[in-house]
Protein backbone atom coordinates (compact mmCIF):
# COMPACT_ATOMS: atom_id res chain seq x y z
CA UNK A 1 0.00 0.00 0.00
CA UNK A 2 1.54 3.63 -0.86
CA UNK A 3 1.85 6.04 2.08
CA UNK A 4 -0.25 8.46 0.25
CA UNK A 5 -2.99 5.91 0.51
CA UNK A 6 -2.57 4.62 4.51
CA UNK A 7 -2.30 8.24 5.39
CA UNK A 8 -5.61 8.92 4.25
CA UNK A 9 -6.96 5.57 5.40
CA UNK A 10 -5.45 6.54 8.56
CA UNK A 11 -6.66 10.60 8.58
CA UNK A 12 -10.55 9.22 7.99
CA UNK A 13 -9.95 6.59 10.93
CA UNK A 14 -8.58 8.49 13.62
CA UNK A 15 -11.40 11.11 12.67
CA UNK A 16 -14.44 8.40 12.90
CA UNK A 17 -12.89 6.85 16.06
CA UNK A 18 -13.14 10.72 17.75
CA UNK A 19 -16.22 11.52 16.43
CA UNK A 20 -17.13 7.87 18.56
CA UNK A 21 -15.36 8.52 21.69
CA UNK A 22 -17.91 11.85 22.84
CA UNK A 23 -19.74 9.56 25.94
CA UNK A 24 -21.53 11.19 29.17
CA UNK A 25 -18.18 11.28 31.11
CA UNK A 26 -17.00 13.94 28.50
CA UNK A 27 -20.11 15.53 28.83
CA UNK A 28 -20.00 15.50 32.70
CA UNK A 29 -17.01 16.61 33.25
CA UNK A 30 -17.30 19.56 31.11
CA UNK A 31 -20.52 20.43 32.88
CA UNK A 32 -18.47 20.23 36.49
CA UNK A 33 -15.77 22.25 34.66
CA UNK A 34 -18.30 25.06 33.49
CA UNK A 35 -20.21 25.10 36.75
CA UNK A 36 -16.71 25.72 38.64
CA UNK A 37 -15.62 28.15 36.82
CA UNK A 38 -19.27 29.88 36.72
CA UNK A 39 -19.13 30.13 40.44
CA UNK A 40 -15.95 31.92 40.06
CA UNK A 41 -16.52 34.78 37.74
CA UNK A 42 -20.02 35.40 39.07
CA UNK A 43 -18.64 36.05 42.79
CA UNK A 44 -16.13 38.25 41.19
CA UNK A 45 -18.96 40.06 38.90
CA UNK A 46 -21.16 40.38 41.39
CA UNK A 47 -18.09 41.88 43.87
CA UNK A 48 -18.03 44.51 40.77
CA UNK A 49 -22.16 45.21 40.94
CA UNK A 50 -21.55 45.61 44.98
CA UNK A 51 -19.17 48.59 44.72
CA UNK A 52 -21.42 50.11 41.60
CA UNK A 53 -24.44 49.43 43.81
CA UNK A 54 -23.20 50.73 46.96
CA UNK A 55 -23.11 53.91 45.28
CA UNK A 56 -26.06 54.11 44.66
CA UNK A 57 -28.03 52.44 47.30
CA UNK A 58 -25.34 52.00 50.27
CA UNK A 59 -28.26 50.80 53.23
CA UNK A 60 -29.71 48.25 50.80
CA UNK A 61 -26.41 47.55 49.32
CA UNK A 62 -25.43 46.52 53.24
CA UNK A 63 -28.50 44.93 53.76
CA UNK A 64 -28.49 42.20 51.52
CA UNK A 65 -25.64 39.82 52.05
CA UNK A 66 -27.11 36.95 49.60
CA UNK A 67 -25.45 38.17 45.89
CA UNK A 68 -28.33 36.66 44.02
CA UNK A 69 -31.18 38.63 46.08
CA UNK A 70 -28.32 41.60 45.61
CA UNK A 71 -28.85 40.88 41.66
CA UNK A 72 -32.59 40.73 42.21
CA UNK A 73 -33.17 44.06 44.29
CA UNK A 74 -30.72 45.99 41.07
CA UNK A 75 -32.85 44.93 38.91
CA UNK A 76 -36.39 45.51 40.42
CA UNK A 77 -35.34 49.14 40.60
CA UNK A 78 -35.23 49.81 44.73
CA UNK A 79 -37.34 52.53 45.42
CA UNK A 80 -36.23 52.91 49.00
CA UNK A 81 -34.97 56.04 49.98
CA UNK A 82 -31.23 56.37 50.68
CA UNK A 83 -29.97 59.35 52.20
CA UNK A 84 -26.25 58.86 51.72
CA UNK A 85 -27.33 57.51 48.17
CA UNK A 86 -25.87 59.33 44.80
CA UNK A 87 -27.88 59.83 41.77
CA UNK A 88 -26.29 58.07 39.31
CA UNK A 89 -27.46 59.32 36.06
CA UNK A 90 -26.31 58.33 33.31
CA UNK A 91 -24.49 55.21 34.68
CA UNK A 92 -28.05 53.85 36.23
CA UNK A 93 -28.02 51.84 32.79
CA UNK A 94 -24.75 50.80 33.21
CA UNK A 95 -25.75 49.22 36.95
CA UNK A 96 -28.42 47.50 35.15
CA UNK A 97 -26.17 46.58 32.35
CA UNK A 98 -23.82 44.73 35.04
CA UNK A 99 -26.91 43.26 36.80
CA UNK A 100 -28.32 41.69 33.63
CA UNK A 101 -24.80 40.16 33.40
CA UNK A 102 -24.87 38.91 36.73
CA UNK A 103 -28.58 37.46 36.57
CA UNK A 104 -27.55 35.64 33.30
CA UNK A 105 -24.67 33.70 35.01
CA UNK A 106 -27.12 32.90 37.24
CA UNK A 107 -29.53 31.56 34.88
CA UNK A 108 -26.78 29.46 33.47
CA UNK A 109 -25.46 28.30 36.25
CA UNK A 110 -29.34 27.04 37.12
CA UNK A 111 -29.34 25.49 33.99
CA UNK A 112 -26.12 23.32 34.39
CA UNK A 113 -26.73 21.99 37.84
CA UNK A 114 -30.37 20.77 36.59
CA UNK A 115 -28.94 19.31 33.63
CA UNK A 116 -26.24 17.94 35.87
CA UNK A 117 -28.83 15.97 38.20
CA UNK A 118 -30.67 14.65 35.18
CA UNK A 119 -27.89 13.64 33.27
CA UNK A 120 -26.43 11.79 36.08
CA UNK A 121 -29.57 10.63 37.24
CA UNK A 122 -29.19 7.95 34.40
CA UNK A 123 -25.69 7.72 33.78
CA UNK A 124 -25.03 6.90 37.42
CA UNK A 125 -28.47 6.69 39.51
CA UNK A 126 -26.69 5.05 42.57
CA UNK A 127 -23.69 7.49 43.12
CA UNK A 128 -25.79 10.44 42.26
CA UNK A 129 -28.51 9.49 45.41
CA UNK A 130 -25.52 8.26 47.70
CA UNK A 131 -23.16 11.57 46.71
CA UNK A 132 -24.97 13.96 45.21
CA UNK A 133 -24.53 15.36 41.70
CA UNK A 134 -21.58 17.74 42.53
CA UNK A 135 -19.38 15.13 44.23
CA UNK A 136 -19.89 12.19 41.94
CA UNK A 137 -19.16 15.03 38.78
CA UNK A 138 -16.32 15.82 40.52
CA UNK A 139 -15.14 11.99 41.17
CA UNK A 140 -15.77 11.37 37.59
CA UNK A 141 -13.82 14.09 36.86
CA UNK A 142 -10.52 12.98 38.71
CA UNK A 143 -10.77 9.55 38.10
CA UNK A 144 -11.05 10.44 34.22
CA UNK A 145 -14.01 8.10 33.74
CA UNK A 146 -17.26 5.75 35.42
CA UNK A 147 -15.18 2.87 34.58
CA UNK A 148 -12.02 3.50 36.43
CA UNK A 149 -13.96 4.75 39.31
CA UNK A 150 -16.01 1.34 38.74
CA UNK A 151 -12.74 -0.90 38.34
CA UNK A 152 -10.57 0.98 41.26
CA UNK A 153 -10.39 0.73 44.33
CA UNK A 154 -12.38 2.80 47.50
CA UNK A 155 -9.29 3.89 48.66
CA UNK A 156 -9.09 5.73 45.95
CA UNK A 157 -12.17 7.33 45.92
CA UNK A 158 -11.39 8.44 49.46
CA UNK A 159 -8.18 10.07 47.54
CA UNK A 160 -9.00 11.37 44.64
CA UNK A 161 -9.12 15.18 44.17
CA UNK A 162 -6.13 15.36 47.40
CA UNK A 163 -3.30 13.79 44.84
CA UNK A 164 -0.78 16.96 46.04
CA UNK A 165 -1.31 15.86 49.77
CA UNK A 166 -0.69 11.92 48.97
CA UNK A 167 2.60 12.90 47.04
CA UNK A 168 3.19 14.64 49.73
CA UNK A 169 2.65 12.22 52.14
CA UNK A 170 4.43 9.51 49.93
CA UNK A 171 7.75 11.62 49.14
CA UNK A 172 8.42 12.69 52.87
CA UNK A 173 6.41 11.05 55.16
CA UNK A 174 4.09 14.10 56.01
CA UNK A 175 0.21 12.62 57.56
CA UNK A 176 -1.68 11.36 54.73
CA UNK A 177 -4.84 12.97 53.75
CA UNK A 178 -8.03 11.76 55.07
CA UNK A 179 -10.21 12.97 52.31
CA UNK A 180 -10.18 14.27 48.46
CA UNK A 181 -13.33 15.68 46.74
CA UNK A 182 -15.53 13.70 49.00
CA UNK A 183 -15.29 16.07 51.91
CA UNK A 184 -17.89 18.03 50.57
CA UNK A 185 -20.15 15.81 51.86
CA UNK A 186 -22.73 16.11 54.81
CA UNK A 187 -21.67 12.84 56.33
CA UNK A 188 -18.11 13.84 56.72
CA UNK A 189 -19.16 17.21 57.74
CA UNK A 190 -21.31 16.48 60.47
CA UNK A 191 -19.09 13.58 61.88
CA UNK A 192 -16.27 14.14 64.29
CA UNK A 193 -13.75 11.28 63.17
CA UNK A 194 -13.94 12.72 59.53
CA UNK A 195 -10.83 9.81 59.09
CA UNK A 196 -13.67 7.04 59.60
CA UNK A 197 -16.63 8.46 58.05
CA UNK A 198 -14.73 9.27 54.82
CA UNK A 199 -13.35 5.58 54.85
CA UNK A 200 -16.86 4.27 55.15
CA UNK A 201 -18.39 6.37 52.49
CA UNK A 202 -16.07 5.92 49.96
CA UNK A 203 -16.27 2.43 50.43
CA UNK A 204 -20.46 2.41 49.57
CA UNK A 205 -19.25 5.12 46.66
CA UNK A 206 -17.52 2.21 45.07
CA UNK A 207 -20.14 0.23 45.53
CA UNK A 208 -22.18 2.35 43.91
CA UNK A 209 -19.65 3.24 41.33
CA UNK A 210 -20.00 -0.55 41.01
CA UNK A 211 -23.99 -0.85 40.38
CA UNK A 212 -23.73 2.13 37.80
CA UNK A 213 -21.13 0.96 35.71
CA UNK A 214 -21.98 -2.95 35.16
CA UNK A 215 -26.28 -1.41 34.96
CA UNK A 216 -26.65 -3.43 38.12
CA UNK A 217 -30.00 -2.54 40.34
CA UNK A 218 -30.70 0.87 42.40
CA UNK A 219 -29.66 -0.09 46.03
CA UNK A 220 -28.83 3.22 47.56
CA UNK A 221 -30.92 3.95 49.55
CA UNK A 222 -29.46 0.39 51.01
CA UNK A 223 -26.23 1.62 50.96
CA UNK A 224 -27.08 5.20 52.96
CA UNK A 225 -28.69 2.53 55.74
CA UNK A 226 -26.03 1.07 56.01
CA UNK A 227 -23.66 4.00 56.69
CA UNK A 228 -26.27 5.62 59.20
CA UNK A 229 -25.70 1.45 61.04
CA UNK A 230 -22.31 2.02 60.80
CA UNK A 231 -21.84 5.80 61.76
CA UNK A 232 -24.73 5.82 63.90
CA UNK A 233 -25.63 9.09 61.63
CA UNK A 234 -29.52 9.72 60.81
CA UNK A 235 -29.63 11.81 57.07
CA UNK B 1 21.63 30.08 10.63
CA UNK B 2 23.73 26.82 10.86
CA UNK B 3 22.86 23.24 10.88
CA UNK B 4 23.56 21.88 14.59
CA UNK B 5 25.43 18.46 13.93
CA UNK B 6 23.75 17.50 10.34
CA UNK B 7 20.57 16.92 12.39
CA UNK B 8 19.18 19.45 9.87
CA UNK B 9 18.35 21.57 12.65
CA UNK B 10 19.62 24.97 12.61
CA UNK B 11 21.10 28.00 15.16
CA UNK B 12 20.76 31.16 15.36
CA UNK B 13 21.72 33.17 18.64
CA UNK B 14 20.66 30.41 20.99
CA UNK B 15 17.71 29.81 19.42
CA UNK B 16 16.96 26.28 17.22
CA UNK B 17 14.61 26.25 14.29
CA UNK B 18 13.70 23.70 11.39
CA UNK B 19 13.59 24.52 7.78
CA UNK B 20 9.34 24.81 7.66
CA UNK B 21 7.73 22.19 4.79
CA UNK B 22 4.36 24.23 5.09
CA UNK B 23 4.12 27.86 3.81
CA UNK B 24 3.03 30.23 6.64
CA UNK B 25 1.24 28.02 8.80
CA UNK B 26 2.42 28.25 12.49
CA UNK B 27 -0.39 26.69 14.28
CA UNK B 28 1.75 26.70 18.24
CA UNK B 29 2.04 30.46 17.52
CA UNK B 30 5.78 29.78 17.11
CA UNK B 31 8.04 32.51 15.28
CA UNK B 32 8.46 31.90 11.76
CA UNK B 33 12.05 33.11 10.12
CA UNK B 34 12.54 33.38 6.53
CA UNK B 35 16.37 32.82 5.48
CA UNK B 36 17.58 32.85 2.42
CA UNK B 37 14.65 31.91 0.19
CA UNK B 38 13.68 29.64 3.00
CA UNK B 39 10.56 29.50 6.09
CA UNK B 40 12.24 28.41 9.79
CA UNK B 41 10.27 27.94 12.21
CA UNK B 42 11.47 27.90 15.86
CA UNK B 43 11.28 25.37 18.40
CA UNK B 44 10.83 26.00 21.86
CA UNK B 45 13.21 24.00 23.75
CA UNK B 46 11.36 24.41 26.92
CA UNK B 47 8.54 22.64 25.48
CA UNK B 48 10.01 19.63 23.34
CA UNK B 49 12.28 17.51 25.13
CA UNK B 50 13.95 16.64 21.79
CA UNK B 51 14.89 20.44 21.43
CA UNK B 52 15.81 19.95 24.92
CA UNK B 53 18.13 17.35 24.77
CA UNK B 54 19.85 18.98 21.46
CA UNK B 55 20.53 22.27 23.70
CA UNK B 56 21.83 20.16 26.03
CA UNK B 57 24.16 19.02 23.47
CA UNK B 58 22.95 15.62 22.02
CA UNK B 59 25.99 13.91 19.58
CA UNK B 60 23.00 11.99 17.51
CA UNK B 61 19.71 11.95 17.05
CA UNK B 62 19.75 9.27 13.83
CA UNK B 63 16.59 11.12 12.39
CA UNK B 64 17.57 11.83 8.40
CA UNK B 65 15.66 13.13 5.60
CA UNK B 66 12.93 10.73 3.92
CA UNK B 67 13.12 8.99 7.21
CA UNK B 68 9.77 6.55 8.27
CA UNK B 69 9.51 7.70 12.02
CA UNK B 70 7.37 6.36 14.67
CA UNK B 71 6.07 8.57 16.93
CA UNK B 72 4.56 7.20 20.36
CA UNK B 73 2.84 10.12 22.54
CA UNK B 74 2.21 12.77 19.90
CA UNK B 75 0.09 14.94 22.14
CA UNK B 76 -1.09 18.20 20.41
CA UNK B 77 1.89 17.96 17.38
CA UNK B 78 4.20 20.26 18.84
CA UNK B 79 7.36 18.21 18.82
CA UNK B 80 6.30 15.80 15.67
CA UNK B 81 5.90 18.50 13.45
CA UNK B 82 9.01 19.68 13.56
CA UNK B 83 10.09 15.95 13.42
CA UNK B 84 7.98 16.22 10.18
CA UNK B 85 10.04 19.11 9.02
CA UNK B 86 13.20 17.44 10.11
CA UNK B 87 12.44 14.14 7.78
CA UNK B 88 11.03 16.55 5.04
CA UNK B 89 8.37 15.98 2.24
CA UNK B 90 9.79 12.13 1.21
CA UNK B 91 9.36 10.94 4.86
CA UNK B 92 6.76 10.55 7.15
CA UNK B 93 5.72 10.77 10.52
CA UNK B 94 3.25 8.27 12.13
CA UNK B 95 1.67 10.10 15.30
CA UNK B 96 0.27 8.25 17.70
CA UNK B 97 -1.87 8.98 21.01
CA UNK B 98 -4.11 7.67 23.29
CA UNK B 99 -6.49 10.62 24.06
CA UNK B 100 -9.05 11.87 22.00
CA UNK B 101 -9.13 15.30 23.33
CA UNK B 102 -5.65 16.09 21.75
CA UNK B 103 -6.16 14.41 18.50
CA UNK B 104 -8.76 16.76 17.96
CA UNK B 105 -5.52 19.22 17.32
CA UNK B 106 -3.70 16.81 15.84
CA UNK B 107 -5.53 15.87 12.95
CA UNK B 108 -5.84 19.43 11.85
CA UNK B 109 -2.19 19.84 11.75
CA UNK B 110 -1.96 16.50 10.41
CA UNK B 111 -4.24 17.79 7.21
CA UNK B 112 -1.77 20.61 6.51
CA UNK B 113 1.01 18.70 6.85
CA UNK B 114 1.39 16.28 4.25
CA UNK B 115 3.79 13.60 5.76
CA UNK B 116 2.23 13.55 9.29
CA UNK B 117 -0.61 10.64 9.97
CA UNK B 118 -2.33 10.42 13.05
CA UNK B 119 -3.38 7.25 14.55
CA UNK B 120 -5.27 6.70 17.87
CA UNK B 121 -4.25 3.83 19.50
CA UNK B 122 -2.67 2.70 22.66
CA UNK B 123 0.95 2.48 22.73
CA UNK B 124 1.00 -0.03 25.25
CA UNK B 125 -0.04 -2.79 22.74
CA UNK B 126 1.90 -2.47 19.80
CA UNK B 127 0.18 -5.59 18.21
CA UNK B 128 -3.09 -3.39 17.75
CA UNK B 129 -1.46 -0.74 15.30
CA UNK B 130 0.55 -3.53 13.54
CA UNK B 131 -1.48 -2.52 10.17
CA UNK B 132 -1.63 0.99 10.07
CA UNK B 133 2.39 1.80 10.17
CA UNK B 134 4.99 0.94 7.85
CA UNK B 135 8.80 -0.22 9.45
CA UNK B 136 9.80 2.87 10.95
CA UNK B 137 13.74 3.68 11.10
CA UNK B 138 13.34 5.98 13.83
CA UNK B 139 10.98 5.39 17.29
CA UNK B 140 10.50 8.71 19.43
CA UNK B 141 8.54 7.60 22.51
CA UNK B 142 7.38 10.34 25.41
CA UNK B 143 4.71 8.69 27.10
CA UNK B 144 4.87 9.53 30.80
CA UNK B 145 3.22 6.26 32.04
CA UNK B 146 4.51 3.49 34.54
CA UNK B 147 5.65 1.27 32.09
CA UNK B 148 7.37 3.92 29.70
CA UNK B 149 10.64 1.05 29.13
CA UNK B 150 8.58 -1.57 28.90
CA UNK B 151 6.53 -0.21 26.11
CA UNK B 152 9.41 1.36 24.07
CA UNK B 153 11.11 -1.95 23.85
CA UNK B 154 7.82 -3.83 22.97
CA UNK B 155 7.65 -1.41 20.08
CA UNK B 156 11.32 -1.13 19.14
CA UNK B 157 11.00 -5.20 18.67
CA UNK B 158 7.80 -5.07 16.78
CA UNK B 159 8.41 -1.65 14.47
CA UNK B 160 11.87 -0.71 14.11
CA UNK B 161 14.47 -1.71 11.47
CA UNK B 162 17.23 -3.19 12.44
CA UNK B 163 19.92 -0.50 12.96
CA UNK B 164 17.53 2.02 13.32
CA UNK B 165 17.54 4.34 16.10
CA UNK B 166 14.83 4.68 19.47
CA UNK B 167 14.76 7.70 21.48
CA UNK B 168 12.88 7.60 24.70
CA UNK B 169 12.47 10.73 26.92
CA UNK B 170 12.18 9.12 30.40
CA UNK B 171 9.68 10.78 32.76
CA UNK B 172 11.00 9.44 35.97
CA UNK B 173 8.53 10.62 38.41
CA UNK B 174 5.73 8.70 36.34
CA UNK B 175 7.84 5.26 36.93
CA UNK B 176 7.91 5.85 40.49
CA UNK B 177 7.08 9.12 42.63
CA UNK B 178 9.12 7.89 45.89
CA UNK B 179 12.22 7.13 44.11
CA UNK B 180 14.83 9.27 43.23
CA UNK B 181 15.22 10.11 39.59
CA UNK B 182 18.59 9.28 38.98
CA UNK B 183 18.31 6.04 40.41
CA UNK B 184 15.39 5.17 37.54
CA UNK B 185 17.73 6.64 35.26
CA UNK B 186 20.69 4.06 35.87
CA UNK B 187 18.39 1.51 36.33
CA UNK B 188 16.88 2.14 32.78
CA UNK B 189 20.16 2.21 30.98
CA UNK B 190 21.25 -1.01 32.13
CA UNK B 191 18.11 -2.49 30.89
CA UNK B 192 18.64 -0.57 27.71
CA UNK B 193 22.29 -1.50 27.51
CA UNK B 194 21.69 -5.52 27.92
CA UNK B 195 19.70 -5.23 24.24
CA UNK B 196 20.93 -2.46 22.58
CA UNK B 197 23.75 -0.01 21.81
CA UNK B 198 23.15 3.28 24.06
CA UNK B 199 24.51 5.61 21.78
CA UNK B 200 24.01 8.94 24.14
CA UNK B 201 22.03 10.25 27.16
CA UNK B 202 21.19 13.22 28.15
CA UNK B 203 19.29 14.38 31.59
CA UNK B 204 16.87 17.56 30.69
CA UNK B 205 17.47 19.95 33.47
CA UNK B 206 16.65 22.46 33.41
CA UNK B 207 14.77 22.97 31.06
CA UNK B 208 12.29 19.81 32.27
CA UNK B 209 12.48 18.29 35.37
CA UNK B 210 13.26 14.87 36.38
CA UNK B 211 13.31 13.71 32.52
CA UNK B 212 16.35 11.87 30.91
CA UNK B 213 16.78 11.59 27.18
CA UNK B 214 18.28 8.37 25.49
CA UNK B 215 19.15 7.42 22.28
CA UNK B 216 19.65 3.64 21.55
CA UNK B 217 20.65 1.97 18.40
CA UNK B 218 18.96 -1.38 17.02
CA UNK B 219 21.80 -4.42 16.31
Not at chain 1, 82 to 93: K, P
Not at chain 2, 36 to 45: D, P, S, V
Amino acid sequence: MSIKKLREMNLAETKKAIKNSVNEDIIVINIINTLEEIEKQTNSLVMRLRDFYKLKHPEAESRISDNEGLVKNVLSGNKEKSVMGANLGDDEETLQKIALMCKELYDTKNFLTKRLESLLQKYAPNMNYLAGATITAKLIREAKSLRKLATGKSSTIQMLGAEKALFRHLKSGANSPKHGVIVNHQIIQKNKDKGKAARILADKISIAAKLDFFKGEFKAPLLVKEIEDKLKWKK
Amino acid sequence: MEEVNKFRVYKQRGRLYTKSITKNFSPFGEKVVRYKGNEYREANYERSKLFAAIKKGLSQTGIKEGHKVLYLGSSHGYTPSFVSDIVGKGGVVFCLDFAPTVMRDLVIICEKRENMIPLLADATKPETYKDKVLKSDILYQDIAQREQVETFIKNMEMHLKPGGFGLLTLKARSVDVTRKPKEIFNETMSVLKERYAVVDYRELDPYEKDHAFFVVKKK
